[in-house]
């Protein structure tokens, strides 16, 4: 079984500053990393996907996140936000060995971006 | 940009009713999937559905709840008998072909609300 923990419920931060959302998670098996965001009225978009490789993954709209192992954990970063970044942000895992596509997800992250 | 889309957004009924939930996936996508979501809560799995059957339901995903596929368009959740716990977002996702990593596209969610 897994479990994902994001730390903060809420970020509020200014435009053009940077912003790191933290995400923890624990698990029985090998893991691949997902961070969705959602807008409001609209469902969840997937950022960015960490499967192998580089431990730096770059996503969408400026975002990326660095896999550590050590510390099972999967951050989110931006070095300069908008306004249009508010949103909620979900971080994930779901199992790699086993083949199962159910995401896990944390409890989120609402990041609000104040001018 | 191809969505999946969701009806109602908006559902309210009463407790020990049946309801449908509706949702249309992406329309070369193979896999679907129902998540929900309980207020303050978090995102959590409750089926996917390949090949006309289920492949992966969670311990939420009890008798009460069911699946279908009953054109090639629709994919639906139905409840059988609402209970005050029931109410929740609950989101349609589907994913184009069979491996583990590939994206899950989600809907904008139809929130029940069971009285």
């Known amino acids: 079984a897994q479990s994902v923990t994001q730390l903060d419920s809420q970020v509020p931060v200014f435009e053009e500053a940077p912003v790191e959302l933290r995400c923890n998670y624990s698990?029985?098996?090998?893991?691949?990393l997902f961070w969705y965001v959602q807008y409001p009225n609209q469902g969840l978009q997937l950022l960015l996907k960490?499967?192998?490789?580089?431990?730096l993954v770059k996503g969408i709209n400026g975002f990326e996140a660095e896999f550590n192992k050590s510390q099972t954990s999967f951050h989110l970063r931006k070095p300069s936000v908008h306004i249009s970044d508010t949103a909620e942000y979900f971080c994930?895992?779901?199992?790699?060995?086993?083949?199962?596509?159910?995401?896990?997800f944390g409890s989120g992250t609402r990041l609000q971006v104040q001018p | 940009e191809p969505e999946v889309t969701q009806t109602p957004s908006h559902q309210v009924t009463q407790m020990g009713q049946e309801v449908i939930l509706r949702c249309v996936p992406i329309?070369?996508?193979?896999?679907f999937y129902w998540y929900r979501q309980i207020l303050g809560q978090k995102v959590e799995f409750l089926v996917s559905?390949?090949?006309?059957?289920?492949?992966?339901k969670s311990e939420i995903f009890d008798d009460q709840f069911s699946v279908e596929r009953p054109d090639g368009s629709n994919f639906t959740l139905k409840i059988r008998s609402t209970k005050l716990e029931d109410s929740a977002m609950y989101f349609c996702?589907?994913?184009?072909?069979?491996?583990?990593?590939?994206?899950?596209?989600f809907g904008p969610g139809t929130r029940l609300t069971v009285l």
């Open positions: 329309s070369n996508h193979l896999y």
């Open positions: 996702a589907s994913s184009a072909i069979r491996i583990s990593t590939d994206t899950q596209y």
């Open positions: 960490y499967l192998s490789g580089s431990t």
């Open positions: 994930a895992v779901s199992e790699r060995t086993t083949g199962r596509r159910a995401l896990t």
């Open positions: 559905f390949y090949n006309n059957e289920i492949s992966e």
């Open positions: 698990s029985s098996v090998s893991v691949y």
